[in-house]
């Protein structure tokens, strides 16, 4: 990756690196991904480039909440929190228990569609 990291985790072990894409004049769209820094593994990468991160905050050295919001935001809640557990591999989507990471974005695909205005 050749950006700087977005957010870091406590330890430096987890990095969360952004892609920015410019949706319209001046409106960016800042699409995360998670990446182990000692492994080099992806945990976390959205198809769908729409989904952008509005706020990361670390609660330990591999937990990590996200606001994510799809673009070009006509939904209600105006974001969606995924609790990230980086060891265990698991995340917690709008206080739903996903059983693996790999399941995240779709699991946010059906909150959005249910809540689109």
Same mark, same amino acid.
């Given at each position: /990756?050749?950006?700087?990291?977005?957010?870091?985790?406590?330890?430096? *072990? =987890?990095?969360? =690196? !952004?892609?920015?894409?410019?949706?319209? /004049?001046?409106? &960016?769209?800042?699409?995360?991904?998670?990446?182990?820094?000692?492994?080099?593994?992806?945990?976390? *990468?959205?198809?769908?480039?729409? &989904?952008? /991160?509005?706020?990361? *905050? &670390?609660?330990?050295?591999?937990?990590?909440? /996200?606001?994510?919001?799809? =673009?070009?935001?006509?939904?209600?809640?105006?974001?969606?929190?995924?609790?990230?557990?980086?060891?265990?591999?698991?995340?917690? !989507?709008?206080?739903?228990?996903?059983?693996?990471?790999?399941?995240?974005?779709?699991?946010?695909?059906?909150? =959005?569609?249910?809540?689109?205005?």
């Amino acid at each position: /990756m050749s950006e700087p990291a977005k957010s870091t985790s406590p330890d430096g *072990r =987890y990095a969360i =690196y !952004v892609d920015m894409l410019e949706a319209r /004049m001046s409106h &960016w769209i800042e699409c995360p991904s998670l990446v182990d820094t000692r492994s080099g593994e992806t945990l976390l *990468r959205f198809s769908d480039s729409n &989904w952008s /991160m509005d706020r990361a *905050r &670390w609660n330990s050295d591999a937990v990590v909440p /996200m606001d994510l919001r799809k =673009y070009p935001g006509d939904h209600r809640p105006a974001s969606f929190e995924v609790a990230i557990d980086c060891t265990a591999r698991t995340a917690t !989507v709008a206080g739903t228990p996903a059983a693996a990471l790999g399941e995240v974005e779709a699991a946010l695909e059906r909150l =959005y569609l249910a809540a689109k205005r």
